[in-house]
Nanobody
Framework: QVQLVESGGGLVQAGGSLRLSCAAS????????MGWFRQAPGKEREFVAG????????LYADFAKGRFTISRDNAKNTMYLQMHSLKPEDTAIYSC?????????????????WGQGTQVTVSS
């Protein structure tokens, strides 16, 4: 069984930064594509960023490009999302997820394990 636990969320002013972490259990973390998603109240879950197993390939949603950076440390079974220049519209619950495979995907249905999420609130 795989468990994903996010941390690092909180309340920040617009323009501020946060670093989210996703700690994974299980020895197969390094074999899978991983992603960050977010869901704001009343909105559908949306893709934020993804990273290949080797960290050699990353993918970002348009709103994340230039502001967010995804990374992973397979030795620590941990993935990160560094967020800068945060905006009020970034307010959401951020969740990490494990792709059921190694290929890139922006679709939530292609991810089989999810964390419980961490709240990010950006005040104006």
């Amino acid at each position: 069984q795989v468990q994903l636990v996010e941390s690092g969320g909180g309340l920040v002013q617009a323009g501020g930064s946060l670093r989210l972490s996703c700690a994974a259990s299980g020895r197969t973390f390094s074999s899978y594509y991983m992603g960050w998603f977010r869901q704001a109240p009343g909105k559908e879950r949306e893709f934020v960023a993804g990273i290949s197993w080797s960290a050699g390939g990353t993918l970002y949603a348009d709103f994340a490009k230039g502001r967010f950076t995804i990374s992973r440390d397979n030795a620590k079974n941990t993935m990160y999302l560094q967020m800068h220049s945060l905006k009020p519209e970034d307010t959401a619950i951020y969740s990490c997820a494990r792709r059921s495979g190694i290929l890139t995907s922006r679709l939530p249905r292609d991810y089989d394990y999810w964390g419980q999420g961490t709240q990010v609130t950006v005040s104006s």
